[in-house]
């Protein structure tokens, strides 16, 4: 966890690059699709704390840390807890994982959405059966769900990685983005925030091409290939997406361009621990995943039990990350991204 620090988390602002806490190793690993609780019945009186968590794909090792910090906080408060979802992260491949959640009747669904509209009328759905809606990491359109946990805020996140590769390259010349999938709402919102916090403080910085490795890892080292030769003057490469990231690394440190071509975004430091250490990448950022899904899931049971309802201004306690408030837009926000580079990489394990 980025542990003691996300106490008490309410009216603390994002800035991204300035966490001065002691920060404390993870021991998050683990996942899986098993019933992690006991029974739906338990810790919450006769409420229904059967809570499905639907990441954007399986077998992505951000999810898999996310999803364990969810089972966590289920088993503490007495739920069962389920993973379900697509192998390829696209925009309708989890219809049918929120249909079959309804129709089981679960209470809560925990999703991470691939696109913000094309899961919308199954979640409408699900609302009207009775199902809580909650989503986290990247969000569908406001009004399909009953909450969103946040990572960090969009700016935040944007201004960090901007910052990151300006450093980098000394603030001028050609840069690509290796995103996520083409309709991923967080990488797009963060995408927007990039370009423009470029046009406003970065001038001599030239955003060329935004190319889509679908967060799958062939896909995203495909891509890096064919970036880094249709621009042989490209000085640096964000990634969004710890897919992209670790895949584009993984190109970049057999390659001519190692130690050339700069490259940051968001990264696991587990995904990335080998191309710190082998001078292939300088520095990158992310939010603790853990502690995302952790977060989500005590929403859910909040909103499951009748103790919240999304309300801004309603607050709920999230177990050992302290009480969190609902903020404007049904939002809460889990805290601000951090910086890991070859200091402090191996203080995490996650
Ligand atoms: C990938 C996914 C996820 C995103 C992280 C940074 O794992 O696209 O949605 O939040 O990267």
């Known amino acids: 966890m980025f542990g003691h620090s996300r106490k008490g988390r309410l009216g603390v602002t994002a800035t991204a690059l300035a966490l001065g806490v002691a ?5 998050c690993s683990g996942t899986g699709s098993d019933d992690g609780g006991s029974g739906a019945e338990g810790g919450g009186g006769d409420a229904n704390l059967a809570i499905t968590f639907l990441p954007k794909n399986l077998g992505n090792p951000y999810f898999d840390t996310s999803n364990a910090g969810g089972e966590e906080a289920i088993e503490e408060f007495g739920g069962t807890y389920e993973e379900v979802g697509p192998t390829e992260a696209s925009p309708t491949a989890q219809v049918s994982y929120v249909q079959t959640a309804a129709q089981q009747g679960v209470g809560a669904l925990v999703i991470s959405a691939n696109d913000p509209e094309a ?7 699900a609302r009207s059966a009775g199902v809580k809606v909650v989503t986290f990491d990247s969000d569908t359109n406001p009004e399909c769900r009953d909450l969103f946990i946040n990572q960090a805020t969009a700016e935040g ?26 309709n991923a709402t ?16 970065h001038p001599d910085i030239e ?14 080292f495909d891509k890096t290939a064919a970036l880094l030769q249709t621009y042989p003057e490209l000085k640096g490469i964000i990634s969004p997406t710890t897919v992209g990231i670790a895949a584009a690394a ?15 975004g968001l990264g696991t430091p587990n995904q990335m621990r080998e191309y710190v250490e082998d001078g292939t990448v300088t520095s990158f950022a992310l939010w603790n995943p853990a502690d995302l899904g952790y977060l989500a899931a005590y929403a859910a049971q909040a909103l499951i039990t009748g103790e919240i309802t999304g309300e801004e201004g309603d607050s709920f306690e999230a177990g050992k990350l302290g009480s969190y408030e609902v903020g404007e837009g049904a939002v ?8 890991f580079n070859a200091e402090n990489i191996g203080e995490f394990d996650f």
């Open 157 to 182: 996140i944007a201004k960090a990685q901007i910052e990151l590769i300006s450093e980098q390259i000394g603030d001028a010349g050609q840069i690509a983005v290796l995103s996520a999938s083409a």
């Open 119 to 125: 899961l919308c009328d199954s979640l409408d759905e």
């Open 186 to 201: 967080n990488q797009n919102a963060w995408i927007e925030l990039m370009e423009e916090e470029l046009a406003a403080n």
């Open 250 to 264: 993984r190109y970049l440190s057999t390659s001519e361009y190692k130690g050339k071509v700069a490259l940051t």
């Open 207 to 220: 955003l060329v091409e935004v190319v889509y490795g679908d967060d799958d890892d062939q896909t995203s």
């Open 23 to 27: 920060l404390v190793a993870s021991g």
């Open 332 to 339: 809460v926000l889990l805290g601000d991204p951090f910086v």
